[in-house]
Nanobody, 122 residues
Framework: QVQVAESGGGLVQAGGPLRLSCASSGRTFGSSATGWFRQAPGKEREFVAAISRSGTIIYSTDSVNGILAISRDNAKNTVYLQMNSLKPADTAVYYC???????????????WGQGTKVTVSS
C-alpha cells in the first residue's frame, strides 16, 4: 500500500508563487511516478503535471494558467510543484497521485492524496 499526502496549499494573491509538496510513504517500490491533478469548483478533475522516478516530465498544455515546474527528491520520496504567476483561474483543489509511470490519465494512478486547496485572489 502506498500513501500520498499533499501540503502547501493556501491563499495567494494573483501573480504570486506557491509550492506544493507531495510526500509518498509505504510500499513505494513500483509506484515510481507522481502526477498532479486539480479540480476547480463545478469542473472536472484535470491533469497538471507528472514526473517519473527517472525524471521524465509531462506538463499539461491546456490547464496551465501560471508557470509550472515539477521536481522530485527521491531520497525524501517527495515531489514538488512550483507554481509562479498564479491567476484566479488556477484556484482549485490540487491532488497528487502515485503510479507506475508518468501519465496524463487519472486512471493510471491507483494511489491518491486527499488534496490541498489553492485559492488565488485577484
Amino acid at each position: 500500500q502506498v500513501q500520498v499526502a499533499e501540503s502547501g496549499g493556501g491563499l495567494v494573491q494573483a501573480g504570486g508563487p506557491l509550492r506544493l509538496s507531495c510526500a509518498s510513504s509505504g510500499r513505494t517500490f513500483g509506484s515510481s511516478a507522481t502526477g498532479w491533478f486539480r479540480q476547480a469548483p463545478g469542473k472536472e478533475r484535470e491533469f497538471v503535471a507528472a514526473i517519473s522516478r527517472s525524471g521524465t516530465i509531462i506538463y499539461s498544455t491546456d490547464s496551465v494558467n501560471g508557470i509550472l515546474a515539477i521536481s522530485r527528491d527521491n531520497a525524501k520520496n517527495t515531489v514538488y510543484l512550483q507554481m509562479n504567476s498564479l491567476k484566479p483561474a488556477d484556484t482549485a483543489v490540487y491532488y497528487c497521485a502515485a503510479g507506475s509511470g508518468a501519465s496524463k490519465r487519472a486512471g493510471d494512478y491507483p494511489y491518491w492524496g486527499q488534496g490541498t486547496k489553492v485559492t488565488v485572489s485577484s
